[in-house]
C-alpha cells in the first residue's frame, strides 16, 4: 500500500485548516438537514474507517465491507456527500491562495514568488536594463487557448453557488467584521451547499456544441474578462517599482478557444458551429461593453463649467450627432452639460447597433471604439481627471485591446486524412490517401499556388469542407481578422498534408490578394510524429508555394506539439523527450530557413498529458523555444482550477506572464554536461518506450483494459459532444487521450504517468552509474522537472485498490497486474533514490498536506465505484440508476484527486 503522511499543516497554514474544519462541519449540518442525522454518522464511520487504513495499516477490506452491497439510491448520496466534502477542501485551498496573496502584499516584505514584482526584480539582478525589458514587451505573446474537452464541466448553477461560498470566506478575512455579519457569512455558504445538494451535478443529456461554448463562455466572460486590466496594473507597478519607469504597455495577453471549431472527429462540429460560436462570442463581448460604457457614463459626470474638456471630444460629439442621429438622440437633454456622459451615451447606443452587422451606425472596427475611448481618457488626464475617472476607462480600453469584437480568437482543426477524403473526391482519384507524398505535393502545388482549380463535387465530405472554408472567410469580413486563430491539422506527416489545406482554402473562396489569410498549424501527436517532424518542417518550408505563402503571413510559422497522443502512444518518459528533442530540431530547421518559429503546446491537465506546473515546464524547456510567446491549451477542470475564482485568475496570468519573461530574457544558462545528458536520455526513451508497448501492445491488454478500469461508464457519460473514441477500438490508438488517462487515473493506478519510467531508470542506473543519474536528476531541469511531476501522480496512485479494479478483469488480472505493480514499486524506488529523498514528495510539504486532506474521502468513494461497477456489469449496464450512482462517484474521485484526463 502507498503511504502517505498525515497531514501536517506549517503555521502560517492555520486559517486554513481552520477553513476545511469550518466547511467540514457545514456540509456535516446540510448533510444531516438534507438526508439524515443516521446518514451523517454513518458517513463519519466511514471517514474513519479510512483514516485507520491510511495511518493505521487497516486492511482495505475492512472499508470495502462497509460500501458494498448497498441499495443504489443510498450508494449514490454518499458519493455525493464525499464529493461535497471534496468541494469544500478544493473551496478552502483556493480561498488560502488569495489569503496567502493578499498577505505578501500587505506585508511589503519579499514579492510573492512567481507574481511579475518577483519576475522583474530576478531579471534586474540578472543584468536585464529596463530597454531590454520594454522591448521584450513589445514582443510577448500570451495566448490560453480553452478547448472542448469538458472532463469536468460543471453546471453553471453549481459554478455559482461555489462562487458565493468563496465569497464568504474571502469576507472573512476581515478581522473587523461582527458576529453578525460572521453569522450571515455563514448562513450564505449554508443556504449554498443545501442548494447544490439539491441540484443535480449534471445534466442526463449530452451537451451540444453550444452547451459547451456556453460553459467556456462563463469563464470566458466572467472571472477573465473582469481581471484582465489588473494584470496590466499589476506589471505597470512593478515596472515602476523596480526599474522606475511608467510606459503605456503594449497588448501582451490574447485568449482563444476550440469550441466550436474543432472538427477532429467530432461530427457535430462543422460551418454552422463555427458560425455560431464567433456569432455568439461577439454578442457576449459587446454585452459586457455596453455594461461597462454604462458605468463609466455613471462615473464621468463632469458638467461644463466644473472643468474643461479637449475641444477634440466636443468635436466628435457634435460630428456624432449629425453622422449617428438615432444613437445621439438617446443622450437627455438634462444631461446636455456633460460632455463624457454624452459621448458615451453615443458610444454606448453605437455598441447596441453594432450587434447587427447591417445597422449603419454600428462600429466597423475595434479601432473606432478604442479611438473614442482614447480621447476620452487623454481628455481626462489633461483637465485634472486622472484620479476621476481616467483610471477606469484605462480598464476598458484594456479590455478591449484584449478582446476585441471576438472575444477569443476561434481555432478550427481537422484530421489530414478527412483532408485526403475531400481531395479524393475533388481529384477524382479514389487511391489518393495512398499515393507518395511527392505525387500528391506535385499534385497539390498548382492548386495551392491559385494557379488552377479544384473540380466542383457534391460529395458530403468534400461540400463539409468548402462551408468551413467559406464560413471562415465571411468571419474574416464580419468580424475582423483577429476573430480567427489557426488552423490546426491533426495527424500531420508531410508537406502534402499542409498543403491540402492551402488547396481546400483556395475551393472554399477563403482568399485576399491572391493569398490564402490563414495561420496553418501541423500537429505533431505521435513519438514517431514528434521524431519526423524535422523532416517534415524541412520539406515543407522547401517548397517554393509554401515559402510564398508564409511570406504573406510574415514568415512566422507556427507547429503544435501534441502532449496526450504522444504520451499515450510511447509513454510520460518518451513523450517528454519526443516533445523536448523536436523543439530544439525543429528551431535549427526554421533557423537555417530564416523564418520564425511559434509553438502550441497542446497540453492536458494531467501529467500524463503534459500537465506542469508553468514556472518549472517554461524554464526547463529548450532555450530559445519560448522567445516572448507561449500559446497554451486549457482543458477540462484545468480551466474551472485556474480561472474560476477572479483572484486565482490574475495569479495564474501573472504566474504565466511571469514564467515567459523570465524563459524569454535569461533563459537557463549553457551547460557543458548537457550533450552528455541528452544522449543518456535518448537511451533512457528508448527503453521506457519499449517497456511500456510491450505491456499495451501485450494480446489480451485491450480486453484488460476494458475490464480492470470504468471506461465503459466514461463512455456512457454526458461529459462532451465528441465521441470518446475515433473509431471501433482495436488498440490503444483508437481510443481518445482525455477518457484513455481519465479511466487509469479512476481506478487509482494512474498507469499513462509513470508506466516505462522505472525500467529505464534502471537502465540508466545500470549504464551510466547511480551517482549519474542523480546528478542529472538535480542539476538538468528538463529531468528534474520531469521527476516532480511523476512524483506528484505517484503520490496519487493506491495500488491496492487499482488491484480490487484489476480484479474484475478476470484470468487476465494476474499476467497483468504483476506487471503494474511491479513496475509502479521500480519507479516509486528509483525516483526516490535518484531525488536523495525518503519519500514522495518530502520537499513538496504543501502537496503533501493537500493530497493528505483528501484521502479519507477518496478512498472510499473508489471502492463504492468498484461495488457499483460489478453490479452494473453484472446487468448487462442497464440499470440506469446504478449507472447514475456510478457517475457520481467518479465525479466525486476526479474532484478529490483534482485529475481527470
Known amino acids: 500500500m502507498n503511504q502517505y503522511r498525515s497531514p501536517e499543516f506549517a503555521p502560517h497554514e492555520s486559517p486554513l485548516r481552520e477553513d476545511v474544519r469550518r466547511l467540514g462541519t457545514l456540509v456535516g449540518n446540510m448533510l444531516a438537514e438534507q438526508v439524515s442525522p443516521a446518514f451523517l454518522d454513518e458517513v463519519e464511520r466511514i471517514r474513519m474507517a479510512a483514516i485507520a487504513r491510511r495511518h493505521e495499516g487497516a486492511p482495505l477490506a475492512l472499508l470495502a465491507d462497509l ?78 487557448v480553452f478547448t472542448a474537452h469538458p472532463t469536468e464541466a460543471v453546471r453553471r448553477s453549481l459554478l455559482e453557488k461555489e462562487q458565493s461560498i ?143 474638456v479637449d475641444g477634440t471630444l466636443a468635436l466628435r460629439l457634435a460630428d456624432y450627432r449629425v453622422r449617428f442621429p438615432e444613437a445621439a438622440a438617446k443622450v437627455r437633454p438634462r444631461h446636455a452639460e456633460m460632455p463624457y456622459r454624452g459621448l458615451l451615451t453615443v458610444i454606448g447606443a453605437r455598441l447596441e447597433a453594432t450587434h447587427d452587422d447591417d445597422h449603419p451606425e454600428g462600429y ?98 468534400a461540400v463539409a469542407l468548402y462551408d468551413v472554408f ?16 489557426l488552423y490546426i491539422i491533426s ?100 533557423s537555417a530557413a530564416g523564418i520564425r518559429l511559434s509553438f502550441f503546446h497542446g497540453r492536458g491537465g494531467s501529467a500524463s498529458r503534459g500537465g506542469s506546473r508553468i514556472a518549472p515546464a517554461l524554464m526547463s524547456s529548450p532555450r530559445g523555444s519560448v522567445a516572448g510567446v507561449l500559446r497554451i491549451t486549457e482543458q477540462g477542470e484545468v480551466i474551472h482550477r485556474k480561472y474560476g475564482i477572479r483572484a486565482l485568475a490574475l495569479r495564474n496570468l501573472e504566474q504565466t506572464v511571469s514564467a515567459v519573461l523570465r524563459a524569454s530574457l535569461r533563459p537557463r544558462t549553457e551547460e557543458l554536461r548537457e550533450d552528455e545528458w541528452r544522449s543518456r536520455m535518448s537511451q533512457l526513451a528508448t527503453r521506457s518506450r519499449e517497456h511500456y508497448r510491450a505491456f499495451v501492445d501485450r494480446e489480451g491488454f485491450v480486453d484488460y483494459f476494458r475490464a480492470a478500469t470504468p471506461i465503459d461508464v466514461i463512455e456512457r457519460m454526458t461529459l462532451g459532444s465528441r465521441p470518446s473514441r475515433r473509431r471501433s477500438m482495436r488498440g490503444v490508438q483508437d481510443l481518445r487521450a482525455i477518457p484513455w488517462v481519465f479511466a487509469w487515473t479512476q481506478c487509482r493506478s494512474i498507469l499513462p504517468g509513470w508506466y516505462g519510467l522505472g525500467t529505464a531508470l534502471e537502465q540508466g542506473v545500470t549504464l551510466f552509474g547511480e551517482e549519474e543519474m542523480a546528478e542529472m536528476a538535480r542539476d538538468w531541469p528538463f529531468f528534474a522537472n520531469m521527476l516532480d511531476d511523476v512524483a506528484m501522480v505517484l503520490a496519487k496512485c493506491d495500488l491496492d485498490i487499482a488491484e480490487a479494479f484489476s480484479r474484475l478483469a478476470g484470468p487476465l488480472h494476474e499476467p497483468f497486474f504483476a506487471l503494474i505493480r511491479e513496475e509502479f514499486e521500480r519507479t516509486q524506488h528509483w525516483l526516490i533514490r535518484l531525488k536523495r529523498t525518503d519519500q514522495l514528495l518530502q520537499n513538496e510539504p504543501r502537496l503533501a498536506v493537500s493530497i493528505g486532506l483528501r484521502n479519507p474521502y477518496i478512498d472510499p468513494m473508489s471502492l463504492l465505484q468498484l461495488d457499483l461497477l460489478q453490479r452494473w456489469r453484472a446487468g448487462g449496464g442497464a440499470d440506469d440508476a446504478l449507472l447514475g450512482a456510478l457517475v457520481a462517484c467518479v465525479n466525486g474521485v476526479s474532484q478529490g484527486l483534482q485529475n481527470t484526463g
Open 364 to 461: 466597423t472596427s475595434v479601432r473606432e471604439l478604442l479611438d473614442d475611448l482614447h480621447l476620452i481618457a487623454l481628455s481626462l488626464v489633461d483637465h485634472r481627471g486622472l484620479h476621476a475617472g481616467a483610471y477606469a476607462v484605462q480598464r476598458l480600453i484594456w479590455r478591449v485591446r484584449t478582446f476585441g469584437f471576438h472575444l477569443a480568437r476561434l481555432d478550427v482543426r481537422q484530421d489530414s486524412r478527412v483532408h485526403d477524403d475531400a481531395l479524393a473526391s475533388l481529384l477524382s482519384d479514389s487511391e489518393w490517401s495512398k499515393r507518395s507524398t511527392e505525387e500528391r505535393v506535385l499534385r497539390l502545388r498548382p492548386i495551392a499556388g491559385g494557379e488552377s482549380k479544384l473540380n466542383i463535387s457534391d460529395e458530403p465530405t
Open 166 to 308: 468563496v465569497r464568504a470566506l474571502v469576507d472573512n478575512f476581515d478581522p473587523s467584521r461582527t458576529p453578525q455579519e460572521r453569522k450571515e457569512d455563514e448562513d450564505r455558504i449554508f443556504m449554498a451547499l443545501n442548494a447544490g445538494w439539491q441540484t443535480a451535478e449534471a445534466s442526463p443529456v449530452s451537451p451540444t456544441v453550444q452547451d459547451e461554448h456556453h460553459h467556456v463562455g462563463f469563464y470566458l466572460a466572467n472571472p477573465v474578462y473582469r481581471i484582465v486590466p489588473a494584470l496590466y496594473e499589476s506589471l505597470a507597478d512593478a515596472l515602476q517599482a523596480v526599474y522606475g519607469v511608467a510606459v503605456p504597455l503594449p497588448r501582451l495577453l490574447s485568449f482563444a478557444t476550440w469550441v466550436g471549431g474543432d472538427m477532429d472527429g467530432n461530427p457535430n462540429v462543422g460551418a454552422a458551429t463555427i458560425a455560431a460560436s464567433l456569432a455568439t462570442q461577439r454578442a457576449h463581448v459587446l454585452e459586457h461593453y455596453i455594461e461597462d460604457i454604462a458605468g463609466l457614463g455613471r462615473l464621468l459626470s463632469q458638467t461644463e463649467g466644473r472643468v474643461a
Open 470 to 485: 467559406a464560413t471562415l472567410g465571411d468571419a474574416r469580413r464580419r468580424y475582423g481578422t483577429h476573430a480567427l486563430g
Open 67 to 144: 460500501l458494498s452491497g448497498l441499495e443504489t439510491a443510498h450508494a449514490e448520496a454518499l458519493a455525493r456527500a464525499f464529493a461535497t466534502y471534496f468541494q469544500a477542501v478544493n473551496i478552502a485551498e483556493r480561498v488560502h491562495r488569495i489569503r496567502r496573496r493578499r498577505d505578501y502584499q500587505r506585508e511589503g516584505g519579499a514579492p510573492q514568488p512567481e507574481s511579475l514584482l518577483d519576475a522583474l526584480t530576478q531579471l534586474k539582478a540578472q543584468g536585464v536594463e529596463a530597454g531590454e525589458l520594454l522591448e521584450w514587451l513589445e514582443r510577448l505573446q500570451v495566448e490560453p
Open 491 to 590: 495527424m500531420a506527416r508531410s508537406a502534402a498534408d499542409v498543403l491540402a489545406v492551402l488547396a481546400l482554402a483556395r475551393y472554399g473562396g477563403l482568399v485576399q490578394d491572391d493569398k490564402v489569410p490563414l495561420d496553418i498549424a501541423p500537429l505533431f501527436e505521435t513519438v514517431d510524429d514528434l521524431t519526423s517532424a524535422p523532416d517534415t518542417l524541412r520539406a515543407l518550408l522547401d517548397d517554393p508555394v509554401y515559402r510564398a505563402h508564409l511570406a504573406s503571413r510574415g514568415d512566422r510559422q507556427w507547429v503544435m506539439l501534441g502532449y496526450s497522443d504522444s504520451g499515450k502512444d510511447g509513454g510520460t518518459l518518451a513523450s517528454r523527450w519526443g516533445l523536448q528533442r523536436a523543439q530544439v530540431e525543429l528551431l535549427e530547421v526554421a
